[in-house]
């Protein structure tokens, strides 16, 4: 793969990174405690950290990229998001948090599947297995905090 793709593809998941910051920033406008701003902080900050990630792949040799076995729970499969409300609850912001999550997860796995190149491949497959950590993160919470309160 030229340099000038793999640039392209970089920039393109940074700036997901970046919309998924802004969402997150906007959300912490739209609830009304502490706690649920606390929370929606935490997962701009961790968007962040996923842009950060993404651009020190550029430094990275593709032998060196290694896909990770992500557990999947299956939640989100099975759960409805609402749109984004003002006063949204802890469990509504967690679904999601889980469901943006998923979405990643599967444009980068669609994405993989549609290219030829065998490296551009590799790199769609890292970064749909970051997404799919990212989603497990948000299915654990549900589970342990949610499922089990219910």
Do not use: C, W
């Not at 967690?94 to 979405?103: G, N, S, V, Y």
């Amino acid at each position: 793969m030229n340099s000038k793709k793999f640039d392209e593809i970089i920039d393109f998941a940074i700036n997901r990174e970046y919309d998924a910051m802004k969402f997150y920033q906007d959300m912490q406008g739209m609830v009304k405690f502490n706690s649920q701003k606390e929370l929606l902080k935490d997962f701009e900050l961790m968007e962040k950290g996923h842009a950060e990630i993404l651009k020190n792949i550029r430094n990275t040799d593709f032998k060196e990229i290694e896909i990770p076995e992500i557990e999947n729970l299956l939640i989100s499969d099975y759960i409805v998001a609402s749109k984004p409300y003002l006063d949204m609850n802890y469990q509504d912001i967690i679904i999601l948090a889980m469901k943006r999550e998923e979405a990643s997860y599967r444009l980068y796995n669609d994405m993989a599947d549609r290219v030829g190149n065998q490296n551009i491949k590799k790199l769609f497959l890292k970064l749909a297995s970051e997404e799919a950590k990212h989603k497990l993160h948000f299915e654990k919470i549900y589970d342990n905090e949610i499922l089990t309160e219910n």
